[in-house]
């Protein structure tokens, strides 16, 4: 039997002590998320997963690894598309914990607080959807040589037949002007 899909880990409950840690097996539902104006989902639904979490002298350190293949459409000739992706993400939570003086001077706000723990709640959902979205590459492709769309009519380039692909070289008709000024 599988674990229920979970989105919040309360980790006081873990009762973990200094130096201590646990793995968590689970499934999430990272949800869908819109990229470039394009609707992806992560599948399987919901994803299958572990945590580890460490306890440390003054809060957590975090791991979380997922596999999953993203669905959706292809971002240069708009067919489907699936990309596989390994996520493997790490955070630390260790509030009120001072950083270094260089940290400081770097603007930095002179915590290690994870923004998906808070009042000792670990957001799962949240940070596997953030995690995904960082792991995926600048562009999700039906294939790694996809030619994408022709920039005149539209049409998808793959599978195209080059004689039959033709357009006369005409050009942007916006540039009309300055054609005739040879």
Partial sequence: MSPEPISTVILDRLALLSGQGRRLEIEVEPGEFELGGHLYVAEPDPVPGTIDVSRTLSGYALRLRLSVVVRGTCMRCLEAAAHGVEVDAREVDQPGEPVDLDDEEAGL??????????????????????????????????????????????????????????????????????????
């Fill in 109 to 182: 706000d002179g915590e290690l607080a994870s923004p998906y723990v808070v009042a000792g709640e670990l957001d799962v959902a949240r940070w596997a959807r953030d995690a995904l979205i960082l792991a995926l590459p600048e562009q999700i492709v039906c294939a790694e040589d996809c030619p994408g769309l022709c920039t005149v009519c539209g049409e998808p380039l793959r599978g195209a037949a080059p004689e039959r692909h033709r357009h006369e070289e005409a050009g942007d008709p916006r540039w009309a002007k300055l054609r005739e000024l040879k």
